[in-house]
């Protein structure tokens, strides 16, 4: 007599046993962020084959299995919910990528956007692995995807201060106004140290008589003379920022032309051509002045422009009616300012935020694709790595290839089915409790048998 049924049952309890292992461990990750659920899938094992009696085309082949075993355990890639957060680097994503990371022990791919800064400033994990990605051209101020892969580092302290190269001012001129009468407004620009100064916007109105009227409003653009290198800081006068010059008498260095409907038609700094040009936007001073340096030894910028149009056919300035104001006015300068912020867009571009209102692009996230993400080997850690299964790694940026979008301030959940994992738990110990038992029913009979001899 021989009983397979106590090898049969031992490989009941250890396949059960195994099953209780990957729930235990899904639930134990239930709130671990971006860990992939497992499941455990069974084979039976064959064990004897033979024949029954018969011919050879009516006998029976049977086999009787010995059991069974683990076959896989495999992770499920499906989707976690997204939870906000309140870092800026937290990141969470919405398709099949992963990202990339390094450390001592090579390269790793993960699904936990759970990122902060290292002491020296990189983007790192929660255990200090580097995350990877694009990185600016130290020769074109760019993101370059050219240069490969390298950690991201985010910059630290103060930002530099850039000069004032572009101004906009949406106004009306007073169709009603004299002729003669004067308007002034004031807009601030920056040199290169970050320093604001105050350039005054004078304009003075002039009507042309006769066959055709039309109405002009001569401009200069001046700050204080005081403020240039050389002049004593008890001068009154204006410097012109457009004839490079002290400014005498009324505002000459351009003009403003509208038409009877209050249009503005054309504009021009110098003498009054022959034909109004068309209107565009005014750049300043012209190639024969060089503006000197400021008291402090900063510089302005070599060329600015005054931006007349708010779109390709409307002119920000008007000649109605209504009494001369500035309604709105913005300039592209700013100061010296320290890092306050970051952000991350739906494309993995990370941008540091400035105290002067700058916004510099550092660097891009990567992530990697992979043909068969099942096939990724679990290191552990939140982290995978690739394998024959899986193939190689293919690497792009967030809305490319499949790889979904990126969701900063956010954080991908654990896709664990607690319900799921709760049924599992009883099913896995009915098995284990029936194949003990059959362990028990099979010493029972083997006791039996040892007694028939008394």
Known sequence: MGLTTFSTALSGLSTNSQGLNVVGNNLANLNTVGFKTSAISFVDVLGQTFSTGGTSTSGNVMSIGLGAQVSSVRQSMSQGTIQST??????????????????????????????????NGFVVTDNGSFVQGNTRNPATGKVDANLGLNSIHM???????????????????????????????????FDSLGNAHVATVTLEKEITTGSTPSTKWRFDITIPNKEIAGVASTNTETFSLIKGATVTGSPSAGALQFDNTGKLTSAWIGADPSTPPALADITFPGSSVTLPAMANGALLSPTMTWKLLADPSTPDITGFASPSQVSASTQDGGGAGSLSNFSIGPDGMISAIFSNGKVAQIAQLVLA?????????????????????????????????????????????????????????????????????MVTVTDQIMQETMNMRQ
Do not use: C, W
């Open 86 to 119: 309140n870092n800026p680097l937290d990141v969470a994503i919405q398709g099949k990528g992963f990202l990339v990371v390094k450390n001592a022990n090579g390269q790793f791919y993960t699904r936990a956007g759970n990122l902060h800064l290292d002491a």
């Open 369 to 437: 694709n992979f043909s068969n993400v099942d096939g990724l080997l679990s290191q552990g850690g939140n982290f995978y790595s690739e394998s024959n299964a899986s193939g190689a790694a293919v690497f792009g940026v967030a809305g490319e290839g499949g790889r979904g979008a990126l969701l900063s301030s956010a954080l991908e959940q654990s896709n664990v089915d607690l319900a799921a994992e709760l049924t599992k738990i009883i099913t896995f110990q009915r098995g284990y409790q029936a194949n003990a038992r």
């Open 155 to 189: 910059p630290s302290g103060i930002d530099s201060p850039f000069k004032t190269s572009l101004f906009e001012m949406a106004m009306n001129l007073d169709a009603n106004a004299p002729d003669g009468t004067q308007f002034k407004t004031s807009i601030q620009i």
